[in-house]
């Protein structure tokens, strides 16, 4: 059983930082690991992710305050959030993927931006 666990979010004013963390404990080699959020009544979307062999994505909105980062020796990514704003509040999921072995998914941890 994959187990993504997530840790480091919270409360944080507009402006502030905040760092994600997400590990697991599984041998799989993920070839992509990332970050999604889902703030109320709104779909799931990508916020950040990076492949193996370090190449990352970001979303428009985060592009220049969040930088993903990862461990591959601990199969663990993590999401330095910057200047945070508002409507950077949603619950922040982890997802790794891995060829042959399909996607996972945290359970979630939630940012609260306040104004």
């Known amino acids: 059983q994959v187990q993504l666990v997530e840790s480091g979010g919270g409360l944080v004013q507009a402006g502030g930082s905040l760092r994600l963390s997400c590990a697991t404990t599984s041998r799989i080699i993920f070839s992509t690991m990332g970050w999604y959020r889902q703030a109320p009544g709104k779909q799931r979307d990508l916020v950040a992710d990076?492949?193996?062999?370090?190449?990352?994505t970001y979303a428009d909105t985060v592009k220049g305050r969040f930088t993903i980062s990862r461990d591959k020796a601990k199969s663990t990514v993590y999401l330095q959030m910057t200047s945070l704003k508002p409507e950077d509040t949603a619950v922040y999921y982890c997802?790794?993927?891995?060829?042959?072995?399909?996607?996972?998914w945290g359970k979630g941890t939630l940012v609260t931006v306040s104004s």
């Open positions: 990076i492949t193996i062999g370090g190449n990352s």
């Open positions: 997802n790794a993927r891995a060829t042959g072995w399909g996607s996972y």
